[in-house]
């Protein structure tokens, strides 16, 4: 059997543990040369095949692959684009034909979220749809944690260690200052629809801390809010808030949406800190600090969970053993074997159960308020916060790699997108 180079690329918002899968997937199809040539790189994801710049791989050395594992953001660039369908767009499914013939490619793997769930399905129907053979793997990656099917999403574990850590250190702040000053701090934490990310807030709680959480999943009512954000202040003499960017009003509108939209067509949002501070201090006059986590709990690869990393490589190592078992179109996944002790172990899932679907916090998770988390809640984020991997640390920073990226050489004329 001749041997077939592979396509991989990252897609949309990248994580601090992205890297360790595109590792997973890179060292693994090393081991198996005699199946796949070369792994080529999709320069800023699925926007590189379509414009024919890829990065060749081997190129690396086996150090600098390596490196990835405890290296933060997209070590290829990412990128925001979903295709469309072939009847929309016949034009640019041609082109990556012409691309994956010119370079022999016959694997794609697809790291990211759900919109890049959708891309991937597309692709694996290549085959079937215009003749071409391919044979296309999804690879689990986004902090928000609302892909289906899988127990838990990589790069969702290290965003709730942050954010569980940062609420809590900064609410030891709080506290020092509430008697004389600051009673209210409010942290804004990314997730659109899905409230995964601010539930891990709510693990301070068991620090003594008095936190409030605003999920998506949970209408906003302001009266009942502020009503219950007096009373905490009055019990501990200050209060902690985390807030989802995706945390709305009853008529759907967001607490944070700027009027604006991203390349997916979703509305942009960043603001809702401020406007939950404002609102607290104009109705109780209580002094406040809020801050806004935005790419920071994306990128503190410095504190990622040991779960997530492990979890992270093995679904790049696993989408490259399913494709070289002959399976299209799916997406290894965790499956949650034992809760205590925790284990997990690879499953898979069908793209088409997968694309466009997302995941929502269950009810059963969110107290019955609306304004905190459940035992079984923290049951479930507490495994995957679990354990430290630090990066190597040279002079005081983390010593991250940055690869080389060298271009393969392009064979076919220009392409506009």
């Given at each position: 059997m001749t041997a077939k180079n592979a396509f991989y690329a990252q897609s949309g918002g990248v994580t601090a543990v992205i890297n360790a899968s595109a590792c997973g997937v890179i060292e693994t199809a090393r081991l198996h040369s005699v199946r796949i040539g070369k792994v080529y790189a999709g320069r800023n994801g699925i926007i590189g095949a379509l414009t024919e710049d890829l990065i060749d791989t081997s190129r690396e050395s086996d150090e600098a692959i390596a490196a990835l594992r405890y290296t933060p953001s997209g070590a290829f660039g990412s990128c925001r684009y979903k295709l469309k369908s072939l009847?929309?767009?016949?034009?640019?499914?041609?082109?990556?034909?012409?691309?994956?013939?010119?370079?022999?490619?016959?694997?794609?793997?697809?790291?990211?979220?759900?919109?890049?769930?959708?891309?991937?399905?597309?692709?694996?129907?290549?085959?079937?749809?215009?003749?071409y053979p391919v044979q296309a793997v999804h690879v689990p990656k986004t902090v928000d944690n609302d892909l289906p099917i899988t127990d838990n999403c990589p790069g969702f574990g290290s965003v709730a260690k942050y954010i569980?850590?940062?609420?809590?250190?900064?609410?030891?702040?709080?506290?020092?200052m509430?008697?004389?000053?600051?009673?209210?701090?409010?942290?804004e934490v990314m997730g659109r629809h899905a409230?995964?990310?601010?539930?891990a807030g709510g693990l301070v709680e068991d620090h003594g801390i008095p936190v409030m959480i605003l999920f998506p999943e949970i209408e906003f009512d302001q009266e009942r809010f502020l009503a219950a954000v007096k009373q905490k202040v009055e019990q501990h003499g200050y209060c902690t808030i985390v807030v989802s960017e995706g945390a709305k009003y009853p008529d759907g509108r967001f607490l944070a949406e700027q009027g604006t939209r991203d390349a997916f067509g979703h509305a942009q949002l960043g603001g809702a800190a401020p406007?939950?501070?404002?609102?607290?201090?104009?109705?109780?006059?209580?002094?406040?600090?809020?801050?806004?986590?935005?790419?920071?709990?994306?990128?503190?690869?410095?504190?990622?969970?040991?779960?997530d990393v492990e979890q992270a490589y093995a679904m790049g190592r696993a989408a490259v053993q399913?494709?070289?078992?002959?399976?299209?179109?799916?997406?290894?996944?965790?499956k949650r074997v034992s809760q205590d002790p925790y284990r997990w172990e690879v499953g898979e899932a069908p793209l088409?159960?997968?694309?466009?679907?997302?995941?929502?916090?269950?009810?059963?998770f969110i107290s019955e308020d609306g304004f905190?988390?459940?035992?079984?809640?923290?049951?479930?984020?507490?495994?995957?916060?679990?354990?430290?991997?630090?990066?190597?640390?040279?002079?005081?920073l983390p010593k991250y790699v940055t690869l080389k990226n060298v271009a393969v050489e392009k064979r076919l004329p220009a392409f506009e997108i």
């Open positions: 009847e929309a767009n016949k034009r640019e499914y041609e082109r990556l034909i012409e691309v994956f013939k010119a370079h022999d490619i016959g694997y794609f793997f697809y790291n990211g979220g759900g919109d890049s769930a959708d891309t991937c399905y597309k692709i694996s129907q290549l085959s079937e749809t215009m003749g569980a850590t940062s609420t809590l250190e900064a609410s030891f702040d709080v506290r020092s509430a008697k004389t000053s600051t009673k209210i701090f409010v942290l409230g995964w990310i601010a539930a406007v939950v501070a404002n609102m607290i201090k104009d109705a109780t006059g209580y002094k406040f600090h809020w801050a806004v986590a935005d790419y920071l709990q994306r990128a503190a690869r410095h504190l990622a969970s040991k779960t399913f494709a070289l078992e002959g399976h299209n179109a799916i997406m290894p996944t965790i088409s159960e997968v694309a466009n679907v997302e995941k929502f916090m269950p009810r059963e905190g988390i459940t035992p079984v809640c923290k049951d479930y984020l507490i495994p995957l916060i679990q354990g430290e991997d630090y990066p190597p640390f040279e002079k005081g």
